[in-house]
């Protein structure tokens, strides 16, 4: 059975730091690309960040470059999202999710796997 879990999420004030992690089972995890998304009440959904686990290559939305750094740790089929520098804005669910063939693209449909989310509070 596959599982995503997402852990990480909380209340965190403007300026400061939250480490996301998804832990992943039920697949061959090197053969994938993890990907981080997120929604906001009343918005879309948005892809922020990805990684290729095989090789590491990482990918990040204009609004997150600089501030949020992905990373994969293979031995234990774990992705994180370290958030530094948090907004307001960056207030959201945020919902790991793989896929076996996005190659780099953060299109919410071209993902197989969700996992189940976890809330961000930035207060301002």
């Known amino acids: 059975e596959v599982q995503l879990v997402e852990s990480g999420g909380g209340l965190v004030q403007a300026g400061g730091s939250l480490r996301l992690s998804c832990a992943a089972s039920?697949?061959?995890?090197?053969?994938?690309?993890i990907g981080w998304f997120r929604q906001a009440p009343g918005k879309e959904r948005e892809g922020v960040s990805c990684?290729?686990?095989?090789?590491?290559?990482?990918y990040y939305v204009d609004s997150v470059k600089g501030r949020f750094t992905i990373s994969r740790d293979n031995a234990k089929n774990t992705v994180y999202l370290q958030m530094n520098s948090l907004k307001p804005e960056d207030t959201a669910v945020y919902y790991c999710?793989?896929?076996?063939?996005?190659?780099?693209?953060?299109?919410?449909?071209?993902?197989?796997?969700w996992g189940q989310g976890t809330q961000v509070t930035v207060s301002s």
């Open positions: 990684i290729l686990v095989s090789d590491g290559s990482t």
């Open positions: 999710a793989a896929s076996s063939w996005a190659m780099g693209s953060m299109m919410g449909y071209e993902y197989d796997y």
């Open positions: 039920g697949f061959t995890f090197d053969d994938y690309v």
